[in-house]
């Protein structure tokens, strides 16, 4: 799950450590605390692996701040990772809910301009009820 994450935010930009820290502290709220003791493993394995590498020798930006990319592999490692038939049917059935949300909305919005055009609205039986017409409590006096 980490390295789905990391990847995906090496996705929208080159990283330090510390920035990807602060990210998915700031993207996954109080739900899940990642720590630098797993952080920095996960990157060095992914780095191993090719999935990521440094944008600049460490001589040009210290020790400290290896800022990284994802690379092509590192790409589909983030595709093989998301995507599993289960997430894939999930992401199908909630696409064709959307579909199907847009197409009944377009049909009550082109039903209202119908309307519109008519000259009618939605008044019912022909009038509208204002302020003096409706009942009123008498009073006791």
Do not use: C
């Amino acid at each position: 799950m980490l390295e789905l994450a990391i990847l995906g935010l090496l996705k929208e930009r080159s990283m330090h450590g510390y920035q990807l820290s602060k990210r998915l502290a700031d993207t996954l709220g109080g739900f899940w605390k990642v720590s630098y003791g797993s952080l920095y493993p996960t990157l060095r394995r992914l780095e191993r692996e090719g999935a990521v590498e440094p944008v600049f020798a460490k001589q040009e930006v210290g020790r400290r701040k290896n800022v990284y990319r994802i690379t092509q592999k590192g790409e589909e490692l983030f595709y093989d990772l998301r995507i599993d038939a289960y997430t894939e049917s999930l992401m199908k059935h909630g696409a064709d809910a959307t579909e199907q949300d847009i197409a009944w909305l377009d049909g009550l919005i082109k039903s209202e301009r119908r309307k519109v055009q008519a000259g009618g609205t939605a008044k019912e039986g022909g009038r509208r009820r204002t302020s003096s017409t409706f009942p009123t409590k008498e009073r006791a006096t």
